[in-house]
Structures are given as structure tokens and as C-alpha cells.
């Protein structure tokens, strides 16, 4: 099952004490931030997490999977992650998460 919005609120809301509408706003406010600078081609970097990145992907031939006709897709900007090794270490067990 993955994590929603409203459960990092209400981890943050049981974390910290706020309300969960004041939580939720601040999550919101986060992402939204985030969105912002990933729309400007900046990275956003979160130490002990990971590096979000913007790459330009060139236009490329493809197929329709579904009649195989060929096509060109399109040039296009992509969201990529990068952990970090302190993630992939509690991911694999190798650390424990603070």
C-alpha cells in the first residue's frame, strides 16, 4: 500500500504536535515548492534522502504497441531520483533510520 499525502501530514501532525490541517498545509506546501523548482530545471537535493533531477530526454523513434506502427516520441523533460547511500543502506538494512 503506498504512502499518501494524508499519511505524511498525519505523521508530521503525530510528530510535532500540529494539527493535522495545519500538517497537511505545510506538506502541500512542500511539494509544491518542490514542483516549482523542478519546473525551473533546478534539482532539489534532500540530504540523507536523495537528489530529484530534471533530464531532457531527445526525440526518439518508437512503435504503438498496439499496431506496431512506428512513430516518433516526442522530445520531452523527465523527473529522475537519485538515493542516497544513506537511503539504499536503510533499504537494505545495513542502517537504521534516525
Known amino acids: 500500500m503506498p ?11 503525530d510528530g510535532t504536535g500540529l ?3 495545519q500538517s497537511a498545509g505545510i506538506v502541500e506546501s ?3 515548492v518542490m514542483k516549482r523548482t523542478l519546473a525551473s530545471g533546478e534539482d532539489v537535493l534532500v540530504s540523507g534522502f536523495g537528489k530529484f ?4 530526454k531527445s526525440a526518439r523513434r518508437g ?3 498496439a499496431t506496431g ?4 516520441l516526442r522530445a520531452r523533460r523527465v523527473v529522475t531520483f537519485k538515493s542516497s547511500g544513506k537511503l539504499r543502506q536503510v533499504i537494505n538494512g545495513n542502517g537504521r533510520p534516525r
Open 53 to 56: 533531477a530534471v533530464k531532457d
Open 19 to 21: 494539527p493535522l490541517r
Open 69 to 72: 506502427e512506428a512513430m516518433t
Open 30 to 32: 512542500l511539494i509544491e
Open 63 to 65: 512503435r504503438n504497441p
Open 3 to 13: 504512502l499518501t499525502k494524508a499519511d505524511i501530514a498525519q505523521a508530521v501532525a
